[in-house]
């Protein structure tokens, strides 16, 4: 399947020397780990609230043990595996291809599948912190506590992603647009470009190839030269190295 468009696709990456990855949930929805906004997303499930409440800083902050109820079930996977679109894209990096992933996930897969340079806009469930005197918790540490994962100091423990109503890392926005505006080819992949800030990035791409692999139509009609409708590890991990 998607013969003609795996050719074409190879066809940009043997043509590119400075390759950008930019991706989001349905890159990691391979790997199990559901996504927010299709059919079976997060988005679309029952609770008593509603995600976006959740997954909030005000929310967070008066109801830590709701918010790291839903937190530890639904957004830590822990046991999840890099897919084949990951690996895919650390090769590319290690053949000199690609120089960067730029990734709205926060579970880590990039760098489990052995990409260097990735760029993560909303944090990383692998970085935690205590809020009073700033000392670092792995992911386990937080997935196994019992109710609000807490210091040996007594201060609760955050974890470095960033909540509805917080700010982006500066440093990260200003390397991601960095990064797109010297590539040659920019591949998006797994995302729907709802998210702002980050979906307006793609603006600062002055290259020659624009690339979208996503199943459902992204908000945004970008005016790619190749747009796919398929499954992203699907497709890249019919592409050779070279």
């Known amino acids: 399947m998607y013969e003609q468009e795996v050719e074409k696709l190879q066809k940009i990456i043997d043509d590119s020397n400075r390759i950008v990855f930019f991706g989001g949930a349905g890159v990691s929805t391979e790997s199990n780990i559901p996504d927010f906004r299709s059919a079976d997303g997060l988005y679309q499930q029952q609770y008593k609230y509603s995600p976006e409440q959740i997954v909030s800083h005000t929310f967070f902050v008066h109801h830590t ?5 839903f937190y530890k079930e639904k957004m830590m996977f822990l046991d999840a595996k890099p897919n084949p679109a990951h690996i895919k894209l ?8 690609l120089s960067a992933v730029i990734t709205q996930n926060i579970d880590g897969l990039h760098q489990a599948a052995g990409s260097k340079n990735v760029l993560e806009l909303h944090g990383s469930i692998h970085r935690n912190y205590c809020r009073k005197c700033g000392k670092f918790y792995d992911a386990a540490y937080v997935k196994h506590s019992e109710g609000i994962p807490r210091c040996e100091c007594g201060g609760i423990i955050k974890p470095d992603v960033v909540l509805y109503e917080e700010g982006l890392d500066s440093s990260v926005i200003q390397r991601s647009i960095q990064e797109i505006s010297q590539a040659d080819t920019l591949i998006i992949g797994g995302t729907s470009l709802v998210v702002y800030p980050a979906a307006g990035f793609i603006d600062y791409f002055r290259g020659r190839h624009l690339v979208v692999i996503n199943k459902s139509a992204t908000a945004r009609e970008v005016g790619a030269e190749l747009s796919i409708a398929a499954p992203i590890g699907e497709i890249l991990d019919q592409i050779l190295v070279r």
Do not use: I, P
């Open 90 to 97: 650390a090769q590319l990096e290690e053949a000199g291809k």
């Open 65 to 69: 043990e709701a918010f790291y109820e």
